[in-house]
């Protein structure tokens, strides 16, 4: 495993109801966990080797080792 392997990410919530939801790895991608954020609560999470990827829906900035992003899609 590389050491970017184990970089984490933060998701902070700018409205309530901020989903968050890993989905897994395999030949088959599936929702396997979900989390609901409250405005201003922030989310420290990692990938695995359970998970392959995070989607996020909500207004929400999301920061990882690769920069900052705004998810302010309405």
């Known amino acids: 495993m590389a050491a970017s392997d184990n970089d984490f990410f933060v998701i902070k919530a700018l409205e309530d109801g901020v989903n968050v939801i890993g989905l897994t790895r395999g030949t088959d991608t599936r929702f396997h966990h979900s989390e609901k954020l409250d405005k201003n609560e922030v989310m420290i999470a990692q990938f ?3 998970t392959s990827a ?3 829906r909500g207004k929400a900035v999301i920061q990882t080792s690769h920069g900052e992003m705004k998810n302010d899609a309405e």
């Open 54 to 56: 995070v989607k996020v």
């Open 48 to 50: 695995t080797e359970h």
